[in-house]
């Protein structure tokens, strides 16, 4: 690998792990390439190629004249985009709405996951557009590690799971998941008003750490209409 290859991929590690953190949130208009430029003390042409690797990523939009934002909201599928990017990019804004945020126990779970302690922080979420289009359903679980126990009573930081972890000290850095298209039941169908039988798309996706311990286990119910389902291998290497 060249010198200036190293060198872009390390602005762009840096840039990635910022934005995956939500340092630098969704919107935000990074420093022109000057700028970056003279903060890792390289040359044009190298912040160039980690801005391309960024936006190959589903991180940042580039706008000639304009300059780079941040395009990605901290709920990823797969590393690249999240629910409302996936929505975002379709030129529609959804409403998110916290059905459930509570403390619960799942031994089931727990199991699954093979994790000592059955007590999850449960945190369901439904994303309506204009005119109460229903999309997605999702229910989140997440071990209650130290400083998630008041999450309940506190709320979500900036109304975003992401952004509680990430005060939590937890940082989703990879994970696996599986999608099928399921019908609906009774239940799901009524709370996204649609018809029973439905066919939906469930994602199933479960987020760890950088030393691979469980972050979240998180199911999705997402209107085919309205989502697709695309997936990368690999992930940027840690500094």
Do not use: C
Request: charged fraction near 25%; avoid cysteine.
């Amino acid at each position: 690998m060249s010198e200036q290859a190293r060198k872009h991929q390390r602005v762009a590690r840096i840039l990635s792990r910022e934005i995956r953190r939500g340092t630098l949130p969704d919107g935000t208009r990074l420093p022109g390439e000057h700028a970056l430029t003279e903060r890792f003390s390289v040359s044009r042409s190298t912040v160039r190629a980690a801005l391309r690797s960024l936006a190959d990523e589903g991180l940042v939009r580039t706008h000639p004249g304009i300059g780079s934002f941040v395009s990605f909201d901290g709920a990823p599928l797969d590393n690249r985009h999240g629910w409302k990017q996936a929505l975002t990019e379709q030129g529609v804004t959804p409403e998110t709405t916290v059905l459930r945020l509570e403390t619960v126990r799942e031994p089931d779970l727990s199991s699954r996951l093979g994790l000592d302690d059955d007590h999850f922080l449960a945190v369901d979420r439904m994303r309506t557009l204009a005119g109460d289009d229903r999309v997605s359903l999702e229910r989140s679980r997440v071990p209650l590690y130290p400083g998630l126990a008041d999450v309940p009573r506190t709320g979500l930081v900036d109304g975003s799971l992401t952004a509680t972890l990430a005060a939590a000290g937890l940082v989703v850095a990879s994970g696996e998941q599986r999608a099928t298209a399921v019908p609906l039941d009774a239940a799901d169908a009524a709370q996204l008003r649609r018809a029973e039988g439905t066919s939906f798309l469930r994602v199933t996706r479960i987020g760890r750490s950088p030393t691979g311990a469980v972050l979240e286990h998180v199911v999705s119910l997402l209107d085919p209409a309205r989502f697709e389902l695309r997936t990368s291998f690999g992930e940027p290497g840690a500094l």
